[in-house]
């Protein structure tokens, strides 16, 4: 990783712990970002998965 990507790494982490913070009353739970993948169709919900 560059220094210059390390720095605004180290910018976007700080901006993303203050609007955290700043938003702490409103946040219901701040459990991990990330779920089984699913896919929605006219059908209804279905696993699926990520294909890179």
Known sequence: ???ELR???EVGLA???MWDADHA???VYQ???LGPTKR???DGVAD???KS
Do not use: C, H, V
């Open 1 to 3: 990783m560059t220094e």
């Open 7 to 9: 720095a605004k790494d």
């Open 15 to 17: 901006a993303l712990t």
């Open 25 to 27: 009353a409103d946040i």
């Open 31 to 33: 459990g991990g970002p």
């Open 40 to 42: 929605t169709t006219e």
């Open 48 to 50: 699926t998965t990520s």
